[in-house]
């Protein structure tokens, strides 16, 4: 789920004293003027500031990949947060969703334009009037039922984290709201979509769309490391616990829940090789056409800081480049994985402390290495 940054000054709090523990490093014999090492000085700031109690990221450019890491996996035993860890990444999914609706698309199983009562006749309200292409760029109108209460992962829900969730129920949830608006009238962000999306995979190919990622993107890049979780509450090891503070000051420990709240919006998990590994694949036009291709880069105006295309995310930088990819955000959980049209890749994994890191921080980070280097 998408979420804007707030821009406040950093504050040192309790947390962040906690998390500042030794950073671990991969590949770390960089020049100190390089944008690797700049990279590293402003991960481990994030600590310092209480933007993180952990954060990992990898840079990959060429066949050269350098990877860091900096915090602790968790707040008791202070070990030092691993740059291979794993971590769960939110609406990043989405983009593996959208590659696999694009390649039956290519396979002309449907058509961007096709009204999803086609192929899902009876279960989206209007569905005759919402296209897939409209699905796939958040410009359906459909409501977020990530926006009722109790139905979002990016806010402490107590022992109903734990709870099991069907599709059917999410849009039950999100069809007892009317339309935000008129399809095709303006654009919204809503996790809505995409489960829909997940259903046209299941429609379209019988199977379970986590079975259809694995089968057309996980196996054949060998991203053996990035999985389709459904109910299972854990994570594979290594990796850094997800903390939130409550209203009443308490920290508790976010990293254990049931995913299926967030289903094909926002379930899986995976690590910054996989994610790096990914995003080269389909913008290097390895998992599409190169029309389909030309279909998820064609974006619609947001609002919010970034263009959105088919499950992509284009933000400009400073320098005149423009970085491709998609951000995630679960409670305790932040993911930012992008690709300049030259070939560089980022993918950073952030467990916020105290508060969240700024736009400006993030964008610091990912300027730094397309910009400078």
């Not at 691993?82 to 609706?101: E, H, L, P, Q, W």
């Not at 569905?127 to 992962?153: A, C, F, K, W």
């Not at 962000?189 to 986590?210: D, F, Q």
């Not at 094909?264 to 590994?277: K, W």
């Amino acid at each position: 789920m998408i979420r804007t940054f707030s821009r406040k000054p950093a504050v040192l709090l309790a947390v962040a004293s906690l998390a500042a523990g030794p950073a671990a490093v991969a590949n770390a014999d960089v020049r100190a003027e390089s944008p690797q090492a700049e990279v590293k000085v402003l991960l481990d700031g994030l600590v310092r500031a209480g933007a993180a109690t952990a954060a990992s990221v990898r840079l990959r450019e060429r066949e050269q990949d350098w990877a860091a890491a900096a915090g602790v996996r968790d707040l008791k035993s202070r070990r030092p947060a691993d740059a291979d860890g794993y971590f769960r990444i939110g609406s990043v999914t989405k983009t593996f969703v959208a590659t696999v609706v694009l390649q039956l698309s290519d396979e002309r199983r449907l058509r961007l334009d096709d009204p999803v009562e086609r192929h899902l006749p009876g279960v989206v309200p209007n569905g005759g009037r919402i296209t897939v292409r409209q699905v796939l760029n958040h410009t359906s109108g459909l409501h977020d039922y990530m926006s009722e209460p109790g139905y979002s992962t990016n806010r402490w829900r107590g022992v109903d984290r734990f709870r099991d969730y069907t599709p059917a129920h999410l849009l039950k949830v999100a069809f007892s709201r009317p339309p935000d608006f008129k399809p095709g009238e303006k654009w919204r962000y809503s996790n809505t979509n995409y489960i829909v999306a997940g259903l046209l995979v299941e429609k379209l190919t019988g199977r379970p769309y986590g079975e259809e990622i694995g089968r057309r993107v996980l196996r054949p890049l060998h991203l053996t490391q990035t999985i389709v979780p459904g109910t299972r509450p854990g994570l594979p090891g290594p990796h850094a616990h997800g903390y939130t503070t409550l209203s009443t000051g308490q920290v508790v420990d976010a990293t254990r829940m049931d995913p299926s709240l967030d289903w094909a919006a926002g379930e899986m998990i995976s690590t910054t090789r996989d994610l790096t590994v990914f995003f080269d694949a389909l913008l290097a036009g390895k998992l599409t056409s190169a029309r389909s291709l030309d279909a998820m880069r064609a974006t619609v105006a947001t609002g919010v800081g970034f263009r959105y295309g088919l499950g992509l995310q284009e933000y400009a930088l400073p320098c005149g480049r423009s970085l491709w990819g998609h951000s995630g955000e679960l409670l305790g959980y932040m993911t930012f994985a992008f690709r300049s049209d030259d070939g560089r890749r980022l993918a950073m994994s952030v467990n916020p402390g105290t508060r969240k890191p700024s736009q400006q921080e993030m964008f610091a980070i990912a300027g730094t290495f397309h910009c400078k280097g």
